[in-house]
């Protein structure tokens, strides 16, 4: 929603600034805006695969939705994290061997919908209780894994937003070229009036305003937003991973997601004597 509101103010800082001295109507050269526009979408298509194209048009809805990732998701896969090793600590590691293997139909999963609606958070944690389950991997080795899983889900996800960033910062050159023909096609007509060459040199300079403006006012803050949603989405890997490994050192379960709760932004993080008190009342 931010994003539509900046691109509001942009238009009209933009369209108002140039209304005081001109009139709107001579930005209006549709040749221009097919340019540019065929410009940016061939070259897009032409510089990404079909992998990068269908998740950068996913990553536009992203862009116009809020955070998901707030305070109550947070809490709710630390209270999750929570009664998982407890329920390890008290019955053994051979007890969550059903609630991993079927996530999804498990009293302990389905228990916290707005984390078991994120199956990529899901799977990471359950694949790594799943080891633990079977004991074949030390800490150690644990921790390289999801680092290296964590990394690899960093760079997928960016990839969209630098795709769009990238075509973003071609955007004033398609201007220019657009702007290039115009003046080829105002060459071609020196026999003309002034004020009809004045006309059509305005109508190639358009070109050049559009392109600067796509790029910097409009495609330049998309692929940013984009860039931090991508980004915080990463963080709840961080907690499962932390808490996890806190959990195969030996530290006891409230221990353990409090090394969880350390690594969150501080917007989202609860305090110490709220997180202590939220696990007493969903244990109780």
């Known amino acids: 929603m931010l994003l539509l509101v900046g691109y509001v103010i942009i238009l009209a800082a933009a369209l108002g600034s140039f209304a005081v001295h001109g009139s709107i ?31 950068s048009i996913a ?8 955070s998901k990732y707030t ?11 929570y009664e998982t090793l407890a329920k390890v600590r008290k019955e053994g590691l051979m007890s969550i061997e059903n ?23 899901i799977e990471f944690m359950c694949d790594y209780l799943r080891m633990m389950v ?14 290296m899983e964590i990394e690899t889900h960093h760079e ?3 990839q969209a937003p630098h795709a769009i960033d990238e075509i973003g910062q071609a955007m004033p050159a398609f201007g220019i070229v657009v702007c290039v023909l115009g003046v080829v096609n105002t060459m071609g007509s020196v026999g003309e009036p002034p004020a009809v060459l004045g006309k059509m040199v305005a109508g190639a300079l358009v070109g050049t305003f559009l392109g600067i403006l796509l790029s910097y006012g409009f495609v330049g803050p998309l692929a940013s937003q984009i860039k931090q949603k991508v980004t915080e ?4 890997f961080q907690v499962v991973k932390v808490v996890l490994l806190a959990s195969m ?16 932004y501080s917007t989202e993080r609860p305090t110490f004597l709220e997180l202590e008190q939220e696990l007493k009342n969903r244990k109780g």
């Not at 353990?256 to 690594?263: D, L, M, Q, T, Y």
Request: no cysteine; aromatic share 8%.
């Open 99 to 121: 609630d991993v293997e079927n996530p999804e139909s498990s009293p302990l999963f389905t228990k916290y919908p707005s984390v078991a609606a994120e199956h990529h958070l």
């Open 156 to 158: 997928e996800a960016h």
């Open 134 to 147: 079977g004991g074949n991997l030390n800490a150690f080795e644990i921790e390289s894994l999801m680092d």
């Open 233 to 236: 989405s990463s963080k709840v």
């Open 25 to 55: 109507l001579a930005l209006w050269v549709p040749a221009e805006y097919v340019g540019i526009m065929g410009l940016l979408v061939g070259g897009f298509i032409a510089s990404n695969g079909p992998k990068v194209l269908k998740s």
């Open 59 to 66: 990553a536009l809805g992203l862009a116009l939705k809020g």
């Open 249 to 264: 050192n030996g530290y006891a379960p409230q221990i353990a997601v409090e090394f969880g709760r350390k690594v969150l």
């Open 71 to 81: 305070r109550d998701l947070y809490v709710d896969l630390l209270s999750l994290l």
